[in-house]
């Protein structure tokens, strides 16, 4: 007896369970008819929601393009130790390979003052002046490179207060000012992005929920007679939420055609400056990873949007 | 089958609408509901439809007090009637055949069972070859027989009509009336709003009659005897 009442109530919740996949089905379908039926209209709104997502997933791209660039230069700066003039050549050696013993040291290499001299004379364009002067006026030049690790403001300061220590240096510089402005201007470009993407975030939201409203508003009659026949709110809602959720789906789907389209136009030019800069860069596009997270986030946009939307406008129609 | 006991009910604008009405419709009984305009007609069916709330007194529709028919209970109380009314309220932008499935898609019902529903209905209102059809390149009197057909598919046990006949010419009148009193001889209990009281005689069925919100002539059933 008990057993029969048990398997009954999971024959009940079995065939409920198929009523609701047919349903969600049905509304599924229905809304796409829906959309196919206006279709400027869904086209206008999915292109706009497809636009917003594409401003802010752009510039991430070129943020993130900007990063392994600069990731890059990062692995170039240096330390230049000036010794003094009267430093022989077989110290500043051996010095050199002090230094190279040094902890958070890479690399130290030893530019002598005949070969700063010759650099200068062909880089500089002053030869004519250099070879006036009597005397070489440049000093020999041991050029450090640090380990990443040490490019942290403690420890690079620690570093430069060990070196100047040196009796043999003069001076010592560390050229990391310009990729320390770099790395801030990123990080300020990083924040832009951040709130763009949660302005954008926003007005997405704000598109599809008017989309919607409208829909609710055209569709008032059948709403109201949906609800007479006995339609509970979860049917009625239904298919506007997927009707929202189609939009951030395809709002998201264009904001990836236009990404793409965009990187291919752009990939010429950016292998010309890499060739000048004789670099091997090529733009990065998004990964997989990257797209799926598009594709989820205009999607639930969408939903949400249309959620709230629903919320608002479908519970005060009532039959009348 | 509908008990209504000292209802009263007043719109927001403190409109009276009904008046301490007291009435009895056994379940199977097709019943008129007369008077003139804005004697209270339609403020009865829809309170039964629970589109408006009564404001004093109890009601009791199929067992059911009304009082505690509220939220998630609403769709499922209103599942067991269908309704027509003058106006058919058919949706225009899809076929008939859409628009009298429509109660059954609400039900959740398997599209299979649907269509034999739906033929079924469509071949008691004379429309079967109509079924594809938009519900504008109908007559009136044809729009008037889908709306019967969507009010009887699910099957319900009461029928509410508000003025069902209230644009078509008497003949076409008479056929809504009698494809009414076909539904009650199987056991469905009508109830139909209406001021032609000249085809409500020849009816020959009960009748209430309204006059400004208050009870005139009744049935006979009253909750006294």
């Known amino acids: ?320 | 089958m509908i008990r209504f006991t000292d209802v009263s009910m007043h719109y927001g604008d403190g409109n009276e609408a009904l008046r301490k009405i007291n009435l009895y419709v056994e379940q199977g009984a097709m019943v008129y509901i007369t008077g003139r305009s804005g004697a209270g007609k339609s403020s009865l069916l829809r309170l039964i439809a629970l589109i408006e709330r009564h404001n004093r007194g109890q009601i009791i529709v199929n067992g059911q007090n009304l009082e505690r028919v509220t939220g998630r209970r609403i769709p499922l109380f209103r599942r067991n009637i269908g309704f027509m009314f003058q106006d058919h309220r058919l949706l225009y932008d899809r076929t008939v055949f859409d628009n009298i499935a429509l109660p059954l898609v609400i039900a959740g019902y398997r599209y299979q069972e649907i269509r034999k529903r739906v033929h079924a209905a469509l071949d008691k209102v004379s429309l079967l070859n109509k079924e594809k059809v938009s519900p504008v390149a109908l007559s009136g009197g044809e729009q008037q027989r889908v709306g019967i057909a969507r009010a009887v598919v699910h099957r319900p046990a009461l029928i509410l009509a508000d003025e069902p006949t209230g644009n078509l010419d008497p003949a076409l009148s008479w056929d809504i009336m009698k494809l009414f009193e076909q539904f009650n001889q199987v056991g469905v209990t009508v109830l139909i709003a209406s001021h032609d009281l000249d085809m409500i005689k020849k009816m020959n069925k009960s009748i209430i009659t309204l006059r400004q919100g208050k009870l005139l002539t009744h049935i006979g059933q009253t909750i006294n005897e």
């Open chain 1, 1 to 320: 007896m008990n057993k029969r009442a048990t398997s009954q109530t999971s024959i009940n919740l079995k065939r409920t369970f198929n009523i609701w996949l047919m349903q969600h089905a049905q509304a599924c379908i229905y809304s796409i008819g829906q959309l196919f039926r206006n279709p400027i209209n869904s086209l206008l709104t999915t292109a706009v929601v497809g636009i917003s997502l594409a401003l802010p997933t752009g510039f991430y791209l070129l943020l993130d393009n900007c990063q392994r660039v600069a990731a890059g230069w990062d692995n170039s700066t240096e330390i230049s130790l000036f010794l003094k003039l009267n430093i022989e050549e077989e110290r500043a050696l051996s010095l050199a390979d002090e230094i190279r013993q040094l902890e958070g040291i890479r690399s130290v290499n030893y530019i002598s003052r005949e070969m700063a001299l010759s650099e200068y004379q062909t880089e500089s364009g002053f030869s004519d002046a250099i070879t006036a002067l009597k005397e070489n006026p440049l000093p020999a030049v041991l050029l450090l490179r640090p380990e990443l690790h040490m490019l942290t403001n403690d420890q690079s300061e620690q570093l430069m207060h060990q070196l100047r220590s040196l009796s043999e240096v003069d001076t010592a510089q560390f050229d990391r000012q310009w990729i320390q402005r770099l790395f801030a201007i990123i990080d300020i470009v990083q924040h832009v992005v951040i709130i763009l993407s949660i302005l954008l975030a926003i007005a997405v939201l704000l598109i599809v929920g008017n989309t919607i409203r409208l829909a609710i508003f055209n569709r008032r009659t059948e709403i109201e007679v949906n609800k007479l026949f006995g339609a509970t709110e979860a049917f009625i809602q239904r298919p506007f939420l997927y009707a929202g959720l189609f939009h951030g789906l395809g709002g998201s789907l264009i904001a990836w055609c236009l990404l793409s389209l965009s990187l291919l136009l752009l990939k010429a030019p950016v292998l010309r400056l890499a060739e000048l800069y004789s670099s091997e860069f090529t733009l990065f596009g998004l990964s997989y990873i990257g797209v799926l997270l598009l594709l989820s986030a205009g999607a639930s946009l969408g939903l949400v949007g249309s959620w709230v939307s629903v919320q608002r406008h479908i519970k005060a129609i009532e039959p009348n």
